[in-house]
């Protein structure tokens, strides 16, 4: 087993990781739901120019090659009636059944880019330039479904907060920021090993794991404290190789020196990367609070999932989108690794 650092100091993998998501190369085919957004074209110029992948662009084809004033090959056009009855087709061999339409169908493209996925046309599919997020998640669950080892879909925002001495050199990762408005204690514990999966994969080093609420280890007495606490016995007990604390008031999970004023002690008091929230409005707010008053930049991963897909805000950049695809190859990438590899280079 790989040794765990004993504080945040000792362990830099936040510009480190960031920078090595700089180096991924890939040949793996993604699908731009959006194909015809301006910033999803010009995300997916760039991570061609920078061999991350081959992005696939789906939508209008002559629409398209306007836009990029050339014929582009890889695009998958759904408004030919051909092409989704190839689609479906495909989709039925593959699962048996035939996916679930509703009259919106022909127009949403995250189903049809899901569809995608799972059918093996593509090994990965981002979008939400255009499309909510709650289209994004209802095409996820219906065409790819859950993974084999999780229950809960869940989305996690990894923060480049900017600031060393938070998390693990300035980068955090706070679920559930993004699907389940309350999760239930059977979901906290499987959005955190979910989240401690991602981290690892993605930063390449150990997660250090805090369940937070407004109590310090027993500061506050309520029926919201004692159901992190049961959160938090219930994951030490499912994944005991894990380090974990809670519950944990923000401040308590990332200061070192609030930690120590509050008398919270453990290998996470003071030192967490990756941060548990109660409800889907904590997580979220917190994130965009961040964001717009801290200047951290956020960056968000679906986990759950059988196959990789992204959803990126509608407010995101190019900047962002880039980042975003090159996270998504990660995820794509680890799952085509072997087991007995998926710790290998993380950093102790």
């Known amino acids: 087993m790989t040794s765990r650092p ?3 100091s000792s362990n830099a993998p936040g510009v480190g990781a960031w920078r090595d998501l700089e180096g991924i190369t890939s040949s793996l085919r993604v699908a731009f739901v959006e194909g015809d957004e301006p910033r999803m074209l010009h995300a997916a110029t760039r991570v061609e120019e920078a061999g991350l992948c081959r992005p696939v662009l789906m939508g209008d084809r002559a629409g398209i090659e306007r836009a990029v004033h050339e014929r582009v090959a890889d695009i998958v056009d759904v408004s030919d009636s051909a092409v989704r009855a190839q689609l479906l087709d495909d989709f039925e061999r593959h699962t048996g059944h035939a996916p679930e339409l509703g009259r919106e169908s022909p127009t949403n493209p995250a189903l049809w880019g899901a569809m995608l996925v799972r059918c093996g046309w593509v090994d990965a599919a981002i979008g939400g330039a255009r499309t909510t997020s709650a289209d994004m998640l209802r095409a996820g669950l219906s065409c790819i479904g859950l993974a084999t080892d999780r229950s809960t879909v869940s ?58 609420s407004f109590s310090t280890h027993g500061s506050s007495a309520s029926s919201h404290v004692t159901r992190i606490q049961e959160a938090v016995a219930l994951f030490k007990q499912s994944f005991p190789e894990e380090v974990v604390d809670g519950e944990l008031q923000f401040d308590s999970a990332v200061s070192k020196a609030v930690a120590d004023r509050k ?28 964001e717009q008053l801290g200047g951290a930049r956020a960056r968000g991963l679906l986990q759950g999932l059988a196959q990789p897909l992204a959803d990126v805000s509608r407010g995101a950049s190019v900047d962002d989108i880039v980042m975003t695809v090159r996270m998504l190859l990660v995820d794509a990438l680890q799952r085509l690794a072997p087991e007995s590899n998926r710790r290998e280079g993380v950093r102790s």
């Open 155 to 212: 989305g996690a925002m990894f923060l480049d907060t900017q600031r060393p001495d938070i998390g693990s050199n300035g980068t955090l990762a706070f679920a559930d920021a993004v699907v389940t408005p309350l999760p239930t204690i059977e979901q906290l514990v499987d959005i955190a090993a979910a989240t401690a999966q991602s981290w690892r994969a993605l930063m390449k080093t150990e997660p250090r794991i805090g369940f937070l």
């Open 263 to 290: 008398h919270a002690v453990g290998e996470v008091a003071g030192t967490a990367n990756v941060l548990i929230f109660p409800s889907l409005d904590s997580a979220n707010i917190a994130y965009k609070v961040a």
């Open 6 to 8: 004993d504080n945040a």
